[in-house]
């Protein structure tokens, strides 16, 4: 079992930057690959970013690739997102998310966080 808890939500003008973070409560973190979702109230969930269990490998979804950069550090049990270059259309609860493999976090994931909100004003 693996529990998730985001932090670094919060509000930010358009054109602006956060940073969010993910912690694991689980004893080799390096197992899992890890990613982002984010969801509308109203609408599904959508994936953002992934990355693979050692970190060297990344996909992203096109509305923020270039943008956004998803990261980990295994030691210290974590993934972040550093968000940059906010648009209004990101305002979003985020949700942290980790799986066996890169390709199912991509799609789906086993493990979900509480989600934290982001919301970009214009």
């Known amino acids: 079992q693996v529990q998730l808890v985001e932090s670094g939500g919060g509000s930010v003008q358009a054109g602006g930057s956060l940073r969010l973070s993910c912690g694991a409560s689980?004893?080799?973190?390096?197992?899992?690959?890890a990613g982002w979702f984010r969801q509308v109230p109203g609408k599904e969930r959508e994936f953002v970013a992934a990355i693979s269990r050692s970190g060297a490998i990344s996909n992203y979804a096109d509305s923020v690739r270039g943008r956004f950069i998803i990261s980990r550090d295994n030691p210290k049990n974590s993934v972040y997102l550093q968000m940059n270059s906010l648009k209004p259309e990101d305002t979003a609860v985020y949700y942290c998310a980790a799986g066996n493999a890169i390709a199912d976090v991509t799609t789906s994931a086993t493990y979900w966080g509480q989600g934290t909100q982001v919301t970009v004003s214009s």
């Open positions: 689980v004893r080799t973190f390096s197992y899992y690959a």
